[in-house]
């Protein structure tokens, strides 16, 4: 089996809290893991909350993969020319945002050359990357940006999908007002998210003939055009083409059957038009935590589903949970996937 | 106890089908509730779907609430000038609309006139009802009407809730297409909804101090306005508002948050912005049904969550549950109410 590749995002931040906390307690979750950044952000913080742990820096991945020793594996990628400046716990600096940024690409590019099967990424503080001239609206962008063909011409060639133990949702749009999300949908969106839902499916979770549904954007699903038409417009001639391709999938349906407890099960993944359409379900449903995972990229990308938690940095009041949860769902998809 | 009103909605549709057996099944829990509909309607299903079953026609409201005769009770109050057609199990007709709008507004005025405790609603067919004159949206709407005093300036007397054991949610905005959502919203409205949620909650659900939390209307309530401002301008000044009143309510909340496992038992109402926001949760979590309840009427007043079903008319997969909990969430109304 391929590595598995870790970010630990903002190095301020709880990521190697979690990472910290979540190997004294599961060691063995960490086994073909290797964490890709400078070996001092852990041991420091390891250090500041007294939990003593084995950190060893790698200055290949090769030399980490193949190590035998205990402890956690960093694999350090940077250049000389890369400062690695001091952190300090909960307190944010422009001076790491460099060096944070690079850790990724890195590790994408990694994940692109085949070298490694997949990427988990902690929690990133946007603004401060933004200083170093990061021009994405998160991860996901910035990952798909750097897998991008230079002939892609779809309308997207990625999907946020989220995850639980019961239940997969998929996105059409994300990070929208709603009042822009109408204009948002378009009947080649709708196609690529469900291509791509369908592929991935298949591909990383092993599953041969993967039912979808895709919930309407209006209540009721739009009753027939009473309440609105981009089910008529959109997302149902989306839906045509998709079966013309072999893809099971319901037409727009009203939202609040897709999810009720006697339907979401007849599904593998429920489409959803935006954002709180998806995650109002999941979280509400889920009583563990849920998994951020990016289909349609070249490689497996899971993701902590919290923030930086600046305030909690250092507390025994971190949870590690979701991170475990993008490791056991980014090891669960590597041993899935199709070669 | 005064008695509760029960209407049968569209008399060829499951309304009739759901009182034969949910009162066979469960005949206690038809005391104090008299049917508002001529007993021909019940007794012709009775035969056809095979459930003997003693119904009963009185021609007051007062004979009716006094007679110790068993049995479904059922007072007509349909003039000699309102035909009474003949009805096909399963085919809507036009020559009963007249009756049926008869009916339910009868049964409201007897609430007004303080002779009834509230009134549950059977599924109406809102296509035939249109026919016959009717202007409506729906039931709701149409209570509303006969129950606003002429003087009304409110941006809305009414709000639409749905509860279930564990949830209960309140709409600002009910049947609209999603991009006429942002439009629809405003100060006044939200506040009209605010104080109606919690004035009912205490009046009608014996709760002393209700807490009420707010959904935004954007992912992560607008992110301090960098996915929409609606928050900013329009929710959360309203929330001011109520809460110099004294009502106990958060600012606009993410509703994935508002509604997580972890948080959504802090409230005894959560309201949401739009129909989605607050169906998709209460169906995903409610094993059992949830019950459609109008608050901001001088009465109390349930619904069945469901349809007219035609195609289910006589067969033995109607199912009463939903018409059940209605009964039993007025019942407990009545209880609770404050006189």
């Not at 007849?266 to 935006?274: N, Q």
Request: glycine share 6%; net charge negative.
């Amino acid at each position: 089996m391929k590595p598995l590749l870790l970010t630990l995002g903002e190095p301020a931040g709880i990521g190697p809290d979690c990472v910290i906390r979540a190997y004294k307690d599961h060691p063995e979750s960490f086994d073909h893991i290797i964490i890709v950044a400078p070996a001092i952000w852990l041991q420091q913080r390891a250090k500041q909350i007294g939990l003593q742990t084995e950190i060893r820096e790698f200055v290949t991945l090769s030399t980490a993969e193949q190590s035998s020793t205990t402890g956690l594996k960093c694999w350090n990628p940077l250049t000389p020319d890369v400062k690695v400046s001091p952190v300090t716990m909960g307190k944010t600096s422009q001076t790491t945002a460099a060096a944070v940024i690079n850790c990724i690409q890195t590790a994408a590019e990694t994940c692109l050359s085949n070298q490694a099967a997949g990427l988990i990424t902690g929690p990133i503080e946007k603004a401060v990357l933004r200083s170093a001239g990061f021009k994405f609206p998160g991860h996901t962008e910035f990952l798909a940006h750097i897998s991008r063909k230079p002939d892609a011409t779809a309308a997207t060639d990625f999907v946020m999908m989220l995850a639980s133990a019961s239940l997969r949702v998929a996105l059409l749009t994300t990070h929208l007002a709603i009042k822009d999300v109408p204009h948002a949908l378009s009947i080649q969106l709708t196609i690529d998210c469900i291509r791509i839902v369908h592929h991935d499916l298949k591909q990383r979770f092993g599953i041969k003939q993967p039912r979808l549904a895709l919930c309407g954007l209006n209540p009721h699903a739009g009753e027939q055009g009473h309440f609105g038409r981009e089910e008529i417009d959109i997302l149902n001639p989306a839906v045509e083409v998709a079966r013309q391709e072999g893809i099971e999938i319901t037409d727009a349906i009203p939202a609040d059957t897709a999810f009720s407890a006697s339907n979401r099960h007849h599904f593998d993944a429920i489409i959803c038009c935006y954002h709180d359409q998806a995650l109002i379900p999941i979280k509400a449903i889920s009583f563990g935590e849920s998994v951020n995972i990016t289909l349609g990229l070249p490689f497996i990308r899971t993701s902590v589903d919290h923030g930086t938690a600046l305030d909690l940095v250092g507390s025994e009041d971190v949870s590690y949970s979701s991170l475990m949860e993008a490791i056991h769902m980014a090891k669960l998809m590597a041993q899935k996937t199709l070669s």
